[in-house]
């Protein structure tokens, strides 16, 4: 006799809180860059280290994460996690400078990998397997929702100029020196963590057992994997994708006051903003679109079309950088599911230990925008950009070359 499983909606709810954190921590970099650029008076190589910092530690941590989730509860390893944002938080709040902000970066970023590897299993079991799909897709919205909200939190921390004694901004202010207002959202970030690891605490979990598919596996299956060609084509697929989300994401600010005087505080915050609220529209059209096309067919559409609205995000007038720098957030919103679904498609065995390989693909995120940066420094920032069409065009041949084992069901129109 078959019985649906059971559905924990307390769990459910605190990993889609965690999956809100994840976002909102994650992309405030994209916001406040050309502030930190200032403040430390940083060349554009240097600013370009500061998210290599934080994205390398995915490439770092994603693969032994994995072997720890095997080892420790999930309710030890969320709280150490959360333990260290606060205390790599406060580091940076009572000394900010450029080497602490990179030691914080890099910190949070290892504690985002072990959470990352910690609550996808967590949301299977605890929403049940008929459900995951749903659920996924749902914390996906919540993620693009966070990374929209967080450049309003940097707005008011930063712009707020009320008298008033007792507001939150102004509290939160007087923590931090005058000049580095904007530290001050980790003082944000560190009570966030606090919140989050009391909660973390006082839950009750479910014992989580994993399928033989989700778990880390052994040495051997690593080595197996990667001798592997198509291994190895999906991990490079995931770094070009990250590197090109976050190559774009974090120097649309500093595009935008370099080549039209826009203020990155407002303008430049507000533009950011949209570029993660349109990627969170474009996923939602990406799942009808995948319901009725071949996946491959519609990776390259959004590829072609990536380019397309890079292009004139980079050569256009301030006003077409504004729209098109949010639309290239709307095309690329399908490329992170489509590649890591062939990749998971396209070999038979080991897809918990494949899952770890491809997630260290998201050191993507750290070498691209730091190629970014040192481009721009010998050359100017949109030559640096337009390096962003390389890894695009390694995006688009996935979809020619792709020969998956299962193909995304369609529906016949």
């Not at 985002?112 to 897709?137: D, K």
């Amino acid at each position: 006799m078959t019985t649906t499983s059971k559905r924990y909606y307390h769990i459910i709810g605190l990993v889609m809180l965690i999956f809100f954190v994840i976002s909102f921590i994650t992309n405030i970099l994209n916001s406040i860059i050309v502030d930190v650029r200032e403040s430390f008076d940083l060349s554009l190589t240097l600013t370009g280290l500061l998210p290599f910092a934080f994205f390398i530690a995915y490439g770092v941590m994603s693969i032994p994460a994995g072997f720890l989730s095997e080892k420790y509860s999930d309710k030890k390893l969320l709280a150490f996690s959360f333990l260290v944002m606060i205390l790599a938080s406060l580091l940076f709040v009572i000394f900010p400078g450029y080497l602490a902000f990179s030691i914080t970066l890099f910190s949070l970023g290892c504690s985002m990998a072990i959470l990352q590897v910690i609550i996808n299993p967590m949301l299977r079991v605890a929403g049940g397997g008929e459900h995951f799909a749903f659920n996924s897709v749902l914390a996906q919205l919540i993620f693009g929702l966070a990374s929209f909200l967080s450049p309003y939190l940097y707005k008011y921390l930063v712009n707020d100029v009320t008298r008033d004694e007792n507001s939150v901004a102004v509290i939160l202010k007087s923590l931090v020196p005058d000049n580095l207002p904007w530290v001050s959202l980790y003082v944000v970030f560190s009570i966030i963590a606090f919140l989050l690891l009391i909660i973390v605490l006082v839950t009750k979990y479910p014992k989580i057992e994993k399928k033989e598919d989700e778990k880390a596996g052994d040495s051997s299956s690593y080595i197996k994997l990667l001798k592997n060609k198509w291994t190895l084509l999906y991990f490079i697929g995931i770094f070009c994708y990250v590197g090109t989300e976050q190559g774009v994401g974090n120097w649309i600010s500093q595009f935008l006051l370099e080549y039209h005087s826009l203020d990155a505080q407002t303008v430049g915050a507000n533009t950011v903003a949209y570029f993660w609220a349109m990627l969170t529209i474009g996923c939602l059209l990406g799942l009808l679109l995948l319901k009725i096309m071949d996946s491959r067919k519609v990776l390259i559409f959004a590829t072609v079309a990536t380019i397309i609205s890079l292009v004139f995000a980079l050569t256009g007038t301030s006003e077409v950088s504004l729209i098109a720098f949010p639309l290239i957030g709307f095309f690329i919103s399908v490329m992170w599911s489509i590649i890591f679904s062939l990749g998971l498609n396209s070999i038979r065995n080991h897809h918990g230990s494949l899952s770890g390989i491809l997630c260290t693909g998201i050191a993507g995120g750290a070498v691209v925008p730091f190629i970014v940066g040192w481009l721009g420094e010998i050359s100017n920032l949109r030559t640096g950009m337009f390096f962003l069409i390389i890894p695009l065009i390694f995006i688009l041949s996935v979809g020619f070359w792709a020969k998956p084992l299962v193909n995304n069901k369609t529906i016949q129109l």
